[in-house]
């Protein structure tokens, strides 16, 4: 998945909790005061004996907070390259640990970021029994950390329930891949450290959640970018079975397929640009690797490992996305089947929140398309998919191009968004709603912010529904883009009401994620039982350019025949038809099916979904 602008801070790896802390909300073994007010108490005894001194929430006294909790033993040394070791007491029975400061945050590649990166970073924070909300963040699995994320505690802050936000290895430390690591390892296999890492942050949550008030029955799995890649891999993973009970995954990337063999293959030249390239043993390679000084290792991390906005738009190979490196692996351990197979052969059945954006790439505004007309937006299309199977430029001009065009930068946006992430959720869920005896709910967010939005102090303004715009929408993260630079965001009347309706997606399926009787309109299953309309008004509103006009028409089109054991629903959040634009959810019959089904005869299937 592409990397946030924001996601530039590095965090210790082993540990629970968001950014790097622990968060453990409510009245945790809590006394009254003098004043009748009742304050949580801060500390917190584990089952093992181990004593926890949290700290009061500065904005709410009702909140405690635990930072930096170890979840698995530091990652260095030996255990570099290693898959996680799982560390459920912080030390003996009679151990205290003082979890008020930030643990370290994990080594990336990012621009920026605080002095405090270490591989020393497996520490969590954790919010109050309550349901779990088990945070992951994104960044490519490059970057990223819980301070890349502001406004993650409104949650805790404002509702009844827990966040546990853990940290977990990223790029080389995380993903690399080789045979000459497999050797040492217990699984047999090398690669997905970091999806081991969030294992392992699990099974604490298993060992240790209830202390802290938190209920290890009720855990939900949210994550946003690559941390809704991560999600989509533990679907697949069977150590995971058990440790978690719904899933929230925004804006993942759905192609998880590369195999082991050609994971290792593509992580060759990282190795072969390092010191340790001429070991003559795997044992002695291995060794090298472990005992290299890890910004060396940083310094050797290709620029293929790097994939921004541009290198996940269609149009760079008429094969797909075959030039970017794959960092997680189908390895047949940790992730056992590719994401395909493992949703339509479930190995976790839990209830499943798929969503996508229209137009994710706008989180990244390109600076030359804004200045494109509508013919030079018809060039680039002839120009760029010239070398494609027939018939692709002629479809791409329709369906992006045609009458319903409204601006080259929305077009461009929208056909990226629609063949990397928006026909990907939709194929992927259509095979898991088939398969899994949970629900799921495939969501697409169309509602754009009310006034451009400033996510960095020099980028240009996001003016369309981008990539993130849900989270900081559901989290009301309004000074998400101060922390970078830019400015706060002037949340207008619909922004609220946007804001209103996916908390409360979000809410009503963390607080009860087994209910067959959600009262969110977005929690309409995937695949209906006996059919759904599309809407009063037979048609998607708001601007819509020929991407979502083509949605629009197949959703009226065929709602006649919703019923049909082909037809599926597509839960959108977007503006009103009328001229309030107020933001509401539709529940669209068979949304994008015509358009999808067009592309993927001209080639774009699978090759051309994000990763990473």
């Known amino acids: ?16 909790g968001v950014g790097g802390h622990t968060f453990v909300e409510g009245r945790v073994a809590g006394q009254s005061t003098a004043t009748g007010d009742y304050h949580p108490q801060p500390n917190v005894t584990l089952p093992c ?35 996680a070791a799982v560390k459920t007491c912080p030390g003996s029975s ?36 309550k349901p779990i909300a088990f945070w992951i963040y994104g960044g490519s699995n490059v970057g990223g950390s819980l301070d890349a994320y502001p406004g993650l505690d409104n949650l805790p802050r404002q509702e009844d329930l827990c966040v546990i936000a853990p940290n977990y290895r990223l790029t ?9 690591l497999a050797e040492a390892d217990p699984r047999g296999v090398s690669g997905n450290y ?3 890492d969030l294992i392992a942050a699990l099974k604490w949550v298993q060992h240790n959640a209830a202390a802290f008030g938190c209920d290890p029955d009720s855990v939900t799995l949210y994550g946003q ?21 719904a899933a929230i995954s925004l804006s993942p990337s759905l192609n998880i397929t590369q195999d082991l063999v050609t994971t290792e293959r593509s992580h060759a030249p990282l190795i072969n640009s390092t010191k340790c390239h001429s070991e003559p043993t795997h044992a002695a390679l291995a060794k090298c690797l472990r005992a290299l000084p890890a910004k060396e290792l940083m310094r050797a991390v290709p620029r293929a490992w790097l994939a921004g906005t541009a290198d996940l738009r269609p ?13 997680l692996a189908v390895d047949g351990v940790t992730i056992a089947n590719s994401l395909r197979e493992a949703l339509a052969t479930p190995i976790i059945d839990v209830p499943l929140y798929l969503s996508t954006m229209r137009d994710e790439e706008d989180v990244q505004p390109n600076v030359t398309i804004t200045l494109w007309t509508r013919d030079r937006f018809h060039k680039y299309i002839r120009d760029t998919f010239a070398a494609y199977p027939a018939g692709t430029e002629d479809l791409l001009l329709q369906l992006f191009g045609g009458p319903n065009f409204v601006t080259a930068p929305q077009a461009y946006y929208d056909m990226g968004s629609v063949i990397g992430v928006n026909c990907a959720a939709i194929s992927l869920g259509r095979v898991a709603a088939k398969a899994f005896a949970s629900p799921v709910y495939v969501v697409e967010v169309d509602l754009p912010p009310v006034h451009p939005v400033a996510l960095t102090a020099l980028a240009l303004e996001s003016r369309y529904p981008f990539h993130i715009w849900d989270w900081i929408l559901a989290q009301r993260s309004w000074d998400f883009g101060k922390s970078l630079g830019g400015r706060s965001i002037d949340a207008g009347a619909r922004d609220l009401q946007g804001s209103q309706l996916l908390r409360a997606a979000f809410l009503d399926l963390i607080g009860d994620s087994t209910s067959t009787n959600h009262t969110s309109p977005a929690l309409k299953p995937f695949l209906p039982s006996g059919g759904r309309s599309g809407g009063s008004d037979g048609h998607l509103g708001g601007g819509l350019n020929g991407g979502d006009a083509a949605g629009s028409t197949e959703q009226s089109s065929s709602s006649s025949s919703s019923s049909s054991s082909s037809s599926f629903v597509v839960n959108v959040l977007q503006e009103s038809g009328s001229s309030s634009k107020e933001a509401v959810w539709l529940a669209a019959a068979d949304f994008r099916k015509a358009m999808c089904e067009r592309l993927h005869a001209v080639g774009f299937d699978d090759r051309f979904y994000w990763i990473n």
Not at 1 to 15: K, N, S, T, W
Not at 315 to 327: E, I, N, Y
């Open 49 to 83: 004996g181990a004593l926890v001194i949290g700290e009061r929430d500065a904005k709410n006294s009702s909140l405690v907070v635990f930072r930096g909790i170890p979840f698995a033993e530091p990652p260095v040394d030996k255990l570099r390259f290693m898959p």
């Open 172 to 180: 080389v430390f995380g993903f690399l891949a080789s045979p000459a």
């Open 94 to 129: 009679t151990s205290v640990l003082n979890a008020t400061k930030d643990p370290n945050t994990c080594y990336q590649s990012a621009p920026l970021g605080p002095d405090h990166v270490s591989e020393d970073c497996l520490y969590l924070n954790k919010k109050r029994l």
């Open 225 to 245: 970018s690559s941390g809704g890649t991560n999600i989509m891999a533990l679907l697949s993973s069977p150590p995971a079975k058990g440790l978690f009970h």
């Open 1 to 16: 998945m592409m990397r946030l602008v924001a996601a530039v801070v590095a965090v210790m790896c082993l540990a629970l």
């Open 194 to 196: 970091g999806i081991t």
């Open 315 to 327: 149009g760079r190979d008429p094969r797909g996305l075959t030039s970017l490196v794959g960092l």
